[in-house]
């Protein structure tokens, strides 16, 4: 059977549209809105960023919609599954909000603030982004050992609130550094080692962990689609973190928007610790009843 659009012929015979066709309508129609948009006058710098998230989001639930609603060949265990997923996939994106921010408020943060000199050799803004790269080839080996050895013995979502709680927790240190740190003074690069190294914690309890549910919880009839839906929680996340980027710092300053953040992560964290019960049992990763 092939993948696409459930219709009906005048027979009432149910047929599918390609996927091919499918994406050529919706690539085509896109074309005409942004003809359209560009026409108006209002197709700016500052109305793409907008539009871009705005679409993200609203994408994403819509996909997860047409999943739950329409048949799909998906089984009642399956549907269970994938009510887990979206609680996994939220916490992704809230996730992604944070650490996306490396290359743009991070990085803005640490030309205006941070002392660059390294051993008499000026390094670039930019460069400061690299503390992940390095942290993420000294702890993915340590990381992926455990996870082979005795990480089952941890849920998934469990890994997941932690690794929400320390992109929340890295974002609270940055805002403690701007607001304990006057705005004159210089900040050693040793506190954004400690922020990426956090932040890298994190990402190797969800990244890796996030493609395995993926596979685990997808329906079987669409596993090639929901492995792409798993890369779409980035582009939610950073989308929105660009908006808060956009609209906390005007209103109430770096330090503002590093804490929103930051303590929005927190409660995700909490909330999904508190929630690992009822998301295990929905994974089916134990014989508790679901409610």
């Known amino acids: 059977m092939r993948s696409g659009l459930l219709g009906r012929h005048p027979t009432d015979e149910p ?4 996927t091919e066709r499918t994406f050529e309508l919706v690539r085509g129609l896109a074309v ?15 109305s793409v960023p907008t539009v871009i998230t705005i679409v993200a989001v609203l994408a994403v639930p819509s996909y997860f919609v047409y999943i739950m609603r329409g048949a799909h060949d998906i089984t009642p265990a399956e549907r269970v599954g994938m009510r887990a997923y979206i609680w996994l996939f939220i916490s992704a994106a809230i996730f992604w909000m944070i650490f996306q921010q490396a290359a743009g408020a991070l990085t ?12 008499g050799v000026h390094i670039p803004a930019g ?7 390095i942290f993420v080839i000294i702890l993915a080996p340590i990381f992926g050992a455990f996870w082979m050895r005795g990480g089952k013995r941890i849920s ?5 609130s932690f690794a929400l709680l320390m992109a929340g927790l890295s974002f609270v240190v940055m ?4 607001a304990t740190t006057a705005e004159t003074a210089k900040i050693a690069l040793l506190w954004f080692a400690l922020v990426y190294l956090m932040q ?6 969800l990244s890796p962990i996030g493609l395995s549910v993926t596979t685990k919880l997808a329906p079987a009839a669409l596993k090639g689609q929901m492995m792409g839906v798993w890369f779409l929680a980035p582009s939610v996340g950073d989308p929105i973190g660009g908006q808060a980027y956009r609209f906390l710092v005007p209103a109430f300053g770096e330090g503002g928007f590093f804490l929103t953040l930051g303590l929005a992560a927190v409660v995700a964290s909490v909330i999904l610790l508190f929630s690992v019960g009822h998301l295990k049992a929905l994974m ?4 508790r009843a679901v409610p």
């Open 175 to 178: 805002w403690a550094l701007q």
């Open 200 to 205: 890298t914690v994190g990402e190797l309890c």
């Open 284 to 287: 089916g990763e134990h014989d």
């Open 108 to 119: 803005l943060f640490a030309d205006n603030r941070a002392d660059l000199d390294v051993f």
């Open 127 to 133: 460069m400061v982004q690299n503390f992940n790269s």
């Open 32 to 46: 005409v809105l942004v003809a359209v948009w560009a026409a108006t006058g209002t197709l700016t710098v500052q």
């Open 15 to 18: 047929y599918f549209i390609s």
């Open 156 to 160: 998934s979502p469990l890994k997941f």
